[in-house]
């Protein structure tokens, strides 16, 4: 099979970008998309050109660094499914596509389809995460947690961060991101001591961000390729009630260490 | 306070108020849709009911108050979220798929403001009563006598003014883009306050929506009825003499009965 790709080219943050028209050459339906990709820049490398830049490291859908908005949907057709996983035999031959990258404010493009996604880091670095002293692993069920917790603490744990949420929202919201940090450790017992601090630092380095609001479309959620739900938005919207109602703790002199 | 600062300034604070002002004012909907209800009774029903609520202005002048203030942080905070969402995204997409997002929730902006229209043109309509807004004369000429007092004749006003064919198609338009609003909005309100988990989201979203239709049908059927001279025809046809005399007459027993 062959397809036309209509790729987004962009030199850098500062020159604009347009879309390229190419002509695969023959293809093998089960090549990922990525590896399609590779084939074409092969060919762009052998003629002096230029190659592609896109973002990729483990393909096999757990690193969420690859990211690309394939025929408008973040991620190509399929549902639950990253990137890498995306196989040419989705794609009929002939077919025209458009790859372009994760539009966002806050994800400035570096290169063709490679965006920063480091304000992700930032927000997990303002709270998702606990404090606890390193050192010899405690015992197994020491801390009992309740079976449908640990379920739903995993479904949020799926999260690799990839920004195909973001990419979807038609707010550019991260909402769906951040709600599933939050979530993650809101609904353990080791994620308690902070949860309620947790949850105001993530939202507020959101915001600090430039993501947009959540309006309930959807979108986010049928693009995840973890299928991460609504729900958890629901979750980080009644914590964060919560933890404006509770109001900011007494601050300690010394940082209380 | 750091509370009002996030309330007002957070993404989801703005959600609170967005959906804490929606519930507002769904509630007055839903409140106003009853006493509109009274018009399939005897003309006596709403214009008591009207005479009730002019005959208590504090619990009129204060509802009016709260909901004008809900309102406006409902439009305030509608416009600054749009403005935020849109500054997200400031490059578009060539090809683009809505991705399981429903119409009317992309389109709330454009729901609200034709609702917006319609409340402005409504309050000019039945309470401000500006005559060149209803296509008929000046609605201020219709008083009848109720319990002993000259009142305001609130079933006459109805059954004339949704006589005319504009009126009455743009309520009806206003009524479909409220439900179009509603369907969306009243779902997204319970996830914007954080009521929903994995059980409970297949009731609200079939509850809401279904909610949401009663809400269109209840107000579509006053107007389209009217309209269709099934309620108060002949009614509307005496009253009518009143709105083009000369000098102010009253139905029944005259303007000095009241006094
Ligand atoms: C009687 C009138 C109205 C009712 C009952 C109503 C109700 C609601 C409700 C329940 C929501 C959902 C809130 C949430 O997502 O949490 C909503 C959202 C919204 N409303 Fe209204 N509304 C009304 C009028 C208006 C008007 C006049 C405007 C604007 C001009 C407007 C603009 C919006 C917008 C833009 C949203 C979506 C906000 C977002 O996506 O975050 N609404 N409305
Ligand atoms: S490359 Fe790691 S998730 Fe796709």
Redesign the interface.
């Known amino acids: 099979m062959k397809v036309t790709l ?1 790729v ?1 080219r962009q030199k850098n943050k500062s020159t604009p970008g347009e ?1 390229k028209a190419y002509q695969t050459p023959e293809l093998n339906g089960n090549m990922s998309f990525l590896e399609m990709l590779d084939v074409v820049n092969e060919g762009l490398a052998n003629k002096g050109e230029e190659p592609i830049a896109f973002d990729h490291d483990c393909r096999e859908g757990i690193c969420g660094t690859c990211s690309l ?1 394939i ?4 991620h190509g057709p399929h549902q639950g499914i990253a990137t890498c996983q995306t196989y040419m035999r989705s794609f009929e031959d002939g077919d025209e596509i ?1 790859v ?1 990258p994760f ?4 994800f400035e493009i570096i290169k063709d389809l490679v965006c920063d996604r480091k304000s992700f880091d930032r927000i997990q670095q303002a709270g998702g995460f606990i404090t606890v002293r390193t050192g010899a692993a405690p015992d197994a069920n020491s801390i009992p947690v309740p079976k449908d917790n640990s379920d739903l603490a995993m479904d949020a744990a799926q999260c690799i961060g990839c920004g195909a949420c973001v990419a ?1 929202c ?4 991260a ?1 769906l991101f951040v709600a599933a940090k939050v979530s993650h450790l809101g609904l353990l017992p080791q994620g308690q001591p902070e949860r309620f601090k947790r949850v ?1 630092a993530m ?2 380095q ?2 600090k961000e ?10 986010c ?3 995840c390729p973890k299928s991460i ?3 958890f ?9 919560v933890a ?2 509770k ?2 703790p007494k601050p300690i002199a010394g940082g209380g260490a | 306070m750091k509370i009002i600062d996030r309330l007002f300034n957070s993404s989801l604070g703005k959600k609170y108020l967005m959906a804490i002002s929606g519930l507002a004012l769904f509630g007055f909907i839903v409140g106003h849709l009853v006493g509109n209800l009274q018009v399939f009774g005897p003309p006596e029903l709403i214009n008591g009911y009207a005479h009730f609520l002019k005959s208590k202005p504090a619990l009129v002048w204060g509802a009016r108050l709260g909901l004008l203030a809900m309102v406006a942080i409902h439009i305030v905070t509608a416009v600054r979220l749009t403005m935020e969402n849109k500054a997200a995204r400031p490059v578009q997409y060539a090809k683009w798929k809505e991705n399981g997002a429903s119409k009317s929730s992309q389109y709330m902006i454009v729901s609200g403001s034709v609702i917006l229209a319609f409340i402005i043109y409504h309050l000019a309509h039945f309470t401000v009563l500006l005559p060149f807004v209803n296509g008929e004369g000046d609605f201020t000429k219709l008083t009848t006598v109720f319990d002993g007092h000259q009142v305001a004749d609130v079933y006459a006003m109805m059954v004339i003014g949704f006589q005319v064919w504009w009126v009455t198609l743009f309520y009806l338009i206003a009524q479909g883009l409220l439900f179009w609003h509603l369907f969306h909005g009243l779902s997204s309100m319970f996830q914007s306050l954080g009521l929903r988990s994995y059980s409970w989201w297949p009731v609200i979203t079939k509850a809401t929506k279904a909610v949401s239709i009663g809400i269109f049908i209840g107000y579509s059927i006053i107007p389209l009825a009217i309209f269709l001279r099934i309620v108060g025809s002949d009614y509307a046809e005496k009253a009518r003499h009143q709105l083009h005399a000369e000098t102010v007459q009253v139905v029944g027993s005259g303007k000095e009965a009241g006094k």
């Open positions: 209509k987004w879309f908005v025929d408008g949907k973040p458009y372009e539009r966002a404010a806050p979807a038609k707010n550019a919201s909402m105001k939202v507020d959101m915001d430039g993501f947009g609001s959540c309006s309930v479309t959807g979108s959620e049928a693009v739900t609504l729900d938005i629901a979750m980080m919207n009644r914590d964060y009630a404006l109602l109001g900011d």
